[in-house]
């Protein structure tokens, strides 16, 4: 009887599978699509760019602070500070125009803000320590106002803020004691930025340069607000511009940083040192030197949030 024989082993398949060539859709799958992706985020990020940047202008800006609803002016001037610190917004930081309207609306700014803090401190004086600091908050929208406009100011590579920065830091009266503090400390550090910022000016082109001392020199004949900051911004850029004469309410920095250095306010006297770090005057390196041997004298009020 015959036995069953099993099925012949096969051989093994010699060589390689055959390749069949990638298809189209396979092609654009591995190529085309992340293409897009990326394609898709450049286009978005240049966009963004483009409204914070670019397309920012200073009409659309001063429309907005300029509104009289009062959340549509903080967004304006919290936008502006925020925007002016961006490299690509050097067209407006050199905006001599832009930068005299903006000190313009400072100036107002403050003046209601001390106006408001008086009428609000005869209302409140008899009130409890605690009921007094809960009623300042009400001037929380216009302290922030003044706040960024004076931020803004400081990022500006021309230095018509330099009046009213120093007329904060040496504003030592408030009735609120915690906002004006906080107040003084940030106009001294945006007086800093600007002392630092202005040296961008001699980085312009010449023709930006001639154009902007051109501007300033005409708004200096005025006897107005506009006319003080484009005098102090002479006297800084090129004082050679300045019209003969006409040297009224002109500011020096040195002196209002040495002022401050004997505040009280140990913390502003540590801003104070670093700010004179960036602005010349003969009175810069002895309150440097005054500074160095500071003992911590004084008070240091603690503003642990936003009042």
Same mark, same amino acid.
């Given at each position: ?8 082993? /096969? ?45 920012? *202008? ?8 300029? *509104? ?16 002016? !610190? ?7 930081? *050199? ?15 403050? *003046? ?25 908050? !009400? ?7 003044? &706040? ?10 021309? /230095? ?9 830091? %040496? ?36 023709? !930006?340069?001639?154009?902007? %001392? ?40 040195? !002196? ?12 502003? &006297?540590?801003?104070?040192? %670093? ?26 009020? &603690? ?5």
């Amino acid at each position: 009887m015959e036995t069953p024989q099993s099925p012949p082993i /096969p051989e093994p398949v010699k060589g390689l599978p055959p390749v069949a060539p990638p298809s189209g859709r396979f092609i654009a799958q591995l190529f085309l699509v992340p293409g897009m992706i990326v394609l898709v985020a450049v286009l978005m990020l240049l966009a963004f760019r483009y409204l914070v940047g670019g397309g920012y *202008s200073p009409d659309s800006s001063l429309k907005q602070l300029d *509104s009289d609803n009062a959340d549509i002016r903080w967004r304006g001037a919290s936008d502006l500070a925020q925007v002016l !610190k961006r490299p690509e917004s050097m067209h407006l930081k *050199s905006d001599a125009a832009f930068a005299l309207d903006l000190a313009e609306r400072l100036r107002s700014t403050l *003046s209601e803000l001390i106006q408001e803090e008086k009428k609000l401190h005869e209302k409140i004086a008899k009130l409890p320590e605690q009921d007094q600091q809960k009623a300042w908050k !009400k001037l929380a929208a216009l302290r922030d106002h003044a &706040r960024f406009l004076a931020a803004a100011l400081g990022d500006f590579v021309i /230095p018509v803020g330099v009046p009213q920065l120093c007329e904060i830091i %040496l504003h030592d009266d408030s009735p609120d004691v915690k906002g004006n503090t906080l107040r003084r400390r940030q106009a001294v550090w945006a007086l800093a930025n600007l002392g630092e910022n202005t040296k961008g000016f001699k980085k312009l082109p010449l023709d !930006k340069q001639a154009a902007i %001392l051109e501007l300033l020199v005409q708004e200096a004949d005025a006897i107005t607000d506009r006319g003080v900051g484009a005098r102090n911004a002479l006297q800084y850029l090129d004082k050679t511009k300045l019209p003969p004469g006409n040297t009224a309410f002109l500011v020096e920095v040195d !002196k209002v940083l040495a002022q401050a250095a004997k505040d009280d306010d140990r913390y502003l &006297r540590l801003q104070v040192a %670093l700010a004179l770090n960036f602005w010349d005057g003969p009175l810069v390196e002895p309150t440097l030197q005054m500074l160095a041997r500071d003992n911590g004298h004084g008070t240091l009020v &603690r503003i642990e949030e936003q009042d």
